[in-house]
């Protein structure tokens, strides 16, 4: 089997995101990582790039460096796509540059600084052709692969309520100003945009009930607040929910939720039955129906559907986590890409979040601090 | 010891709640129950006296007809107090009457069927001197307690978020039009008062958090829906909450939850830790800390403040229920007019929810309404 | 509804288990405890009664001059039945007399202090004719009610694996020596028998399985040990199982697994499904089955059983508790007694525990000591 | 960084253990896969190479033939070690090959068909001066570190009682005449050895508990069963245990466990404190006190110690799962050779499973096999 070769931008000794990528490209043995602009310094670079087993020649000190340098390399040397897992202000840059240069493209998310950049690269997406995938993991968890599979064939009825949270605790305190620098740029309105916790988790939030319902939302009614002393971006948020089929719903998501770790979870409501799902405790799907006992469903478990089972790597009772979640995401994205190499037409519907959940992304945050802005009055997303 | 003396409005043959209050009022051996105005209809009330153990004598057809009848009979006989266990139109009636005759009132939930009524009853509580306790139960879980020991300690520092729901699904279809008594009280305004699952359970949710956390909602934006066809009253509801210190919040309500059975439960997040209860599991509470590992506490567990510890009838690990929680309430009722009956001047705190909750509640189903009303807009309460 | 009346031996202030049976045989507004001989000594047992509303000429010094006294007052005034809650070497003298009397008893576990007793015993209730009902109280809880039924209708197929567990940490240390009177008897053969955790908790172990299951076990090994300085009685102990269908199983129980509040739980493994219970959540029944998805069943939930459902006093969502469960035990043989005062039969298999799982318990006993003193020989029961 | 090079031993296409291996080896990015004898089929073995990205000339027709031609690359070109993934009956030969021509090894668990290889093996090893890794994967779990750390800190105080059960339904049923592979071999003593879910599971079980407590099982006493039809070895097994300390537990296996999935549990008491641990559930670690509450400690969380933290890969709040332990153990193994590599000594006591827990699974084996055979008479280890 060909193998994929990939190139990345960031991701850096220390980085913590950069490595959650490395090691999720590599479970599946399909991605080799040949190349990188791991910091805009090039020594740093460098320095990254030895201990990730990356020759010299191949650390860049930028991604443009990278992207001229790998374009001239003869096609069976030169990157196939580019991984990008630098700050939000660094997503688009490097990604509309790639895509013009015909690398296909992976990103971190949200998908970019502006709602302005974001509608751009839609179009540069759309007019390069090539294939574009938004790291929304917690959508390559098999328990959210099935309770989407339950809700598309109807099990639940139809869909009446959506709540879902996020919870971390981790900017309890003021770390911004401790010099932690994963706090330091998402707080940072330069690098991280118009939302801050809004941005980091809730966008994850707003990503994963649309993907797990197939319905949008249509407006929103966000309270947003920035609880740490000095923070200018927004740490917690409540909002309301109105879903383009009547169902109404509610988000909460927090960065100052204290003792929480990294507690996504979702409940869905439909006339016949709901689904209930914890991203950790992620290996179990509760369905509660309205006539039957409670059910709990488990990767590769009893009554599983396929769509979710043909994501699952090991055995009923073995469990997957996160980098698993996240490895699904690169697995769906080079399965797609050796479909291009072969000169197969790619899927009509990835089963992974591409530039268009990126765009809806732009477009919650951007309705959700309208919103707050406006003491919470009802806005269209 | 005296037991004190019970007389009961509604609560006939096939009630739920009157049952309930029956099997609370008897748990801790204080309370006996003497006479009752079962039904409206005397004859029915004789008959579900005789299953009670009740003399037909002491079986009236009208709360007026007991009153009147139980003030004649000699201080030794009569009863102490009345519990009201009817429909909440049925509420401030009773308990005007009987307070002004001079008896105690336990009354259910919520406390009137118009915040007229609610301010009305408050002064004839104030002015008769009675004792006046409401049945939001919720508050009789030993680790309600604790929570509540812990946040007025500030054990968890400033209170900065917090979130409730309470989650039914036994209205998801249209059971009122089957018959089911309890369904069909509840979906009729004239009953029920302007709210429905609103008033049946987000009253719960409303005073939870408040008796928990000691602080007040201030304003809240509701976005109240009635899913079931023809339904009059809400069965669903989603509110943004502020709170008088700053702290925000959500609350989520629903009858057409599929599949859930009574599942309210509560996140209260401070500066230095946060604590989770949820009642289908209520002899656990979760606490999360800034820089200590996640704790679970139990009832007469390790470590548990006496202000909890002293509501709990059996050692460790042998769980108590919400029939246990409910007794709490009679037996801390009990207690208050153990002491006025012996002369003693009685709490200024007790730690039941009173007169002041049950105004609280209906203003928060009015204040929910009006914001309802006007498309979510922020409401003071 | 005609009301039993209730005699207590034991009970007395202070006590722990005489409370929580007085509680439950309140609870279902059956039964009302009108005498008791409350502690041997005769003062004390007056100050008891005095807390517990009984009229002083009620209260007596001794199980002999209770049962003298009231088997001399008139039919209508006389109690009904002897309720004993005393430690295990006082069951056994006012069990024989109260029936030789013509009351009928209800005990407390284990029966008695010896086996002899135990087979005496028996005899003494074939010949009286009078109820005897024995409190293994766990078997009183819906979620072991359904569990049974499930196993008994074949829903889990041939049964072939039976796991329990008892496990207390409150003897980790040696209380009895600081005059906690509840381990000062259980540690004290004298007062205990020959086991002592193996009576007062492995003895519930076994009750439960066999009463979920309706399988017998045939023999066992038993390990027991005494960890605590200086114990005579076991606090500790292991056991392999293996049962008349030649099904397989192990028993753990202790009162030194430090941390462990009141910990018994079951694993029952069929050829189709198997279930697992757990007492300190005692409100859900998970049952795994062999080709479907994992359920939870709850207290009148869907898809209960009527042998399950008749037994939940509120709905679905509502915890029970430790008393409820003791409740039903109580109100199981009220039923009894009534159907015996009414003149009917009672019923051939009363569903709760009697004298013949009293004789059984005291076996099984027997043999763990047996097994145990001949190391951990394989003993028939 | 140097990264390694593995060549496998068996894991061709549609093998379970095998790509478990290479996902496993895979995540840290230190270790390629760069040949393998996938197949005793040279044809089958090429084969799976084509998919696994391994050229022809590195796909072996047996072990004998990869050993003795990569022996014969240049150093910078062969493998480092050898991965043997195969049943339990090809552990010894190609683990006994490759370490006499020098090549570190990592085995599949249980170390070997027979007690007599595993001495002979370990004797190997040791002449050898290679690194010898057994893959009991379940140590490699973060809360199995940090329970592992707090027992030898002496968090627990003096450990007194040890339960461990590893539960499986997967041959509930005779699948092995379905034409179950993983079953097939399982079933079969010419495969699997003397022992049957004893060696599969029973071994990991063992391992589990005299790694995480340091203590070691000094006497067992063991039934074994072959519940299904036609089976000769064990699917089921229960053991009472002794330890060198004095400390008593149990161990329950099975592989008929209906519902089951991959159910390993622990549960350690000392004199201070205990811990609980469950394999589906690996992301959080129970510690009850003595006398203060329980504490759920949680990967990277709060109050973790370094001899566990420095094992997680990602955040707080990020579930890892099998594979990741499993990786752990793999990385810990390359860190050895690297440091072999670099002419440093190896560590005296590496954190991974090593020929000596190898020669005590398979005396475990020996030792329950023994016991059952003599009705479960207590037998040395």
Redesign the interface.
């Known amino acids: ?1 060909t ?1 994929l070769k990939m190139g990345m931008v960031g991701g850096g000794t220390g980085s ?1 995101i950069g ?2 990528h ?2 999720a490209a ?4 399909m991605i080799d990582m040949v190349c990188g602009a791991f910091s805009s310094n090039k020594e740093k670079s460098i320095s990254s790039a ?4 990356i020759p010299d020649d191949r650390a860049y000190g930028s991604f443009e460096e990278m992207i001229i340098a790998e374009a001239k390399l003869p096609a069976h040397q030169q990157m196939d796509f580019v991984a990008i897992v630098t700050p939000n202000h660094m997503h688009y840059p490097p990604a509309k540059m790639a895509l013009e240069y015909g690398f296909h493209v992976i990103c971190d998310k949200p998908l970019s600084l502006t709602l302005d950049e974001a509608i751009e690269l839609e179009k540069t997406v759309q007019s390069s052709g090539k294939i574009f995938a938004l790291t929304h993991n917690y959508t390559g968890y098999p328990m959210v692969k099935q309770a989407k599979a339950m809700i598309h064939k109807g099990d ?2 139809a869909i ?2 959506i ?1 879902v ?1 996020y ?4 900017l ?2 003021a770390v911004e100003k401790t010099g932690q620098k994963q706090a330091a740029w998402r707080t940072d309105p330069k690098r991280s945009g118009i939302g801050g916790a809004l941005g980091d988790i809730g966008t994850h939030a707003e990503n994963l009930i649309e993907y797990i319902t197939g319905i949008q939302i249509e407006e929103l ?1 966000a ?1 947003l ?1 920035a ?1 740490g002393e000095g923070r200018i971006l927004d740490d ?1 948020g ?1 909002i ?3 879903f383009e089929n009547g169902a ?3 988000m ?1 998501f ?1 960065q ?8 996504i979870g979702v ?1 869905v ?6 689904i209930e799902w914890y ?5 179990q799907l509760i ?12 990767p590769a ?4 559907y396929p769509e979710s089972s043909e994501y699952v ?12 979640g996240f490895a699904t995401i690169y697995r769906s994205f080079a399965k797609e890409l050796l479909m291009v190499k072969s000169g197969k037409t790619t899927s009509v519907n990835p089963d992974f979040p591409t530039i268009t959940d990126g765009v809806r992304g732009m477009k919650f945050i951007y309705a959700a601090v309208e919103s707050s802005n406006n ?2 009055n ?1 806005t269209k997303m």
């Open positions: 089997m193998r913590f490595d959650v490395r090691k590599s479970i599946d043995g030895k201990t990730l087993g639940l009825g009446r309520k709540n949270h919870l971390q605790g981790w309890s305190t009614a309270d607040t609880f917690d409540n309301l929910l109105r109404k719903g509610i909460s927090s100052i939720a204290t003792g929480e770790e990294n507690n409940k409501y439909g006339t016949k039955g709901s991203q950790e405790n992620p290996n369905v509660k129906w309205l006539d039957q006992p409670k059910q709990i469903y488990t478990g009893n009554g599983v790597r090991i055995p009923a009772g073995h469990p997957e986590g996160y980098l698993e003491n919470a009802w």
